[in-house]
Structure formats: structure tokens, C-alpha cells
């Protein structure tokens, strides 16, 4: 084992704390059976089509007004739903979940499909054509790290 700061030749203990000690990703960490769970993952990932077998953009609509958020986020919504030719997966729009943050209410909008050139095109032109106030922000993530 390498890593550990000259005690390479050492046991150690490793100490997980975790609700549910019956989830197989804690079991294969148990058994330290990283191919078992690289298995389960990659396949679980195909199905439902998730990254590296698509990307996952998120496209997020604040504002200090709930409503206006949500008018917003839906008319980006139709907009992108006129233009979709099938190679994206739109899904409706929903408040975050942390919906308020910093007063700034948030709802989103979830794409899944494979985030070539033409398609970020295509949702950057929907987004730059939507008139917005001065408080109301638009951020797009692809693949993000975090979905709150």
C-alpha cells in the first residue's frame, strides 16, 4: 500500500460512518472489490444513460421573485422544446432542490443527451434570446459535479 507516509508496511484501519452499511458500494469497499463495483456502476450507467454514455446538462433559472423564475425557466422550457429533433431528453421544469438560496428562488430544467457543438449552439441561442430582468441569472452546468 502506498500513500501512507512511510507506515506503507503497517496495517491500518479505515473507519466508514454511513446510514446504510448494507449498500454495495460499502461492500465492495469492504471486500475491496473495485472491479465488482466498476462493473455494476458502468452497467447501471448504460442503462439509464448517464455519463460517459451521455452528458447531463443542467439548466438553472434564479431570481428574487419566485415567479419570475418560474416564467422563465418555462418559456426556456417551450422554446427548447420546438427545437429538439429528438437528440435531447428534456425534461420539465421543476423548482431545484434547494429551491431558495440567498433569496434567490431556483428552478432547472434537465437535459440529457450527448453535448456536442451544435446541441450547446442550440441551448446557448435559446437561453440569449430569452428576455431577462436585471436580477434573474441563467447558469448552464454540463455534467455537473452537484444536482442541488
Same mark, same amino acid.
Given at each position: 500500500?502506498?500513500?501512507?507516509?512511510?507506515?506503507?508496511? *503497517?496495517?491500518?484501519?479505515?473507519? &466508514?460512518?454511513?446510514?446504510?452499511?448494507?449498500?454495495?458500494? &460499502?461492500?465492495?469497499?469492504?471486500?475491496?472489490?473495485?472491479?465488482?463495483?466498476?462493473?455494476?456502476?458502468?452497467? #447501471?450507467?448504460?442503462?439509464?444513460?448517464?455519463?460517459?454514455?451521455?452528458?447531463?446538462?443542467? #439548466?438553472?433559472?434564479?431570481? #428574487?421573485?419566485?415567479?419570475?423564475?418560474?416564467?422563465? &425557466? @418555462?418559456? !426556456?422550457?417551450?422554446?427548447?422544446?420546438?427545437?429538439?429533433?429528438?437528440?435531447?431528453?428534456?425534461?420539465?421544469?421543476?423548482?431545484?432542490?434547494?429551491?431558495?438560496?440567498? @433569496?434567490?428562488?431556483?428552478?432547472? !430544467?434537465?437535459?440529457?443527451? *450527448?453535448?456536442?457543438?451544435?446541441?450547446?449552439?442550440? &441551448?446557448?441561442?435559446?437561453?440569449?434570446?430569452?428576455?431577462?430582468?436585471?436580477?434573474?441569472?441563467?447558469?448552464?452546468?454540463?455534467?455537473?459535479?452537484?444536482?442541488?
Amino acid at each position: 500500500m502506498h500513500g501512507r507516509a512511510g507506515r506503507e508496511g *503497517l496495517d491500518g484501519n479505515v473507519i &466508514i460512518q454511513t446510514y446504510n452499511p448494507e449498500s454495495f458500494p &460499502i461492500e465492495c469497499a469492504k471486500e475491496q472489490d473495485y472491479l465488482k463495483f466498476y462493473d455494476q456502476e458502468i452497467n #447501471l450507467r448504460r442503462v439509464l444513460k448517464y455519463p460517459p454514455f451521455c452528458d447531463i446538462i443542467k #439548466l438553472e433559472v434564479t431570481d #428574487l421573485e419566485e415567479e419570475i423564475a418560474n416564467n422563465t &425557466i @418555462n418559456l !426556456i422550457y417551450e422554446k427548447l422544446l420546438k427545437l429538439n429533433d429528438n437528440k435531447m431528453n428534456i425534461y420539465a421544469p421543476m423548482p431545484s432542490p434547494i429551491s431558495k438560496i440567498k @433569496n434567490r428562488y431556483r428552478f432547472r !430544467i434537465i437535459i440529457k443527451c *450527448l453535448a456536442v457543438n451544435n446541441i450547446i449552439k442550440q &441551448i446557448n441561442e435559446v437561453v440569449d434570446s430569452t428576455k431577462i430582468n436585471g436580477a434573474t441569472r441563467i447558469s448552464i452546468d454540463i455534467n455537473p459535479n452537484n444536482m442541488s
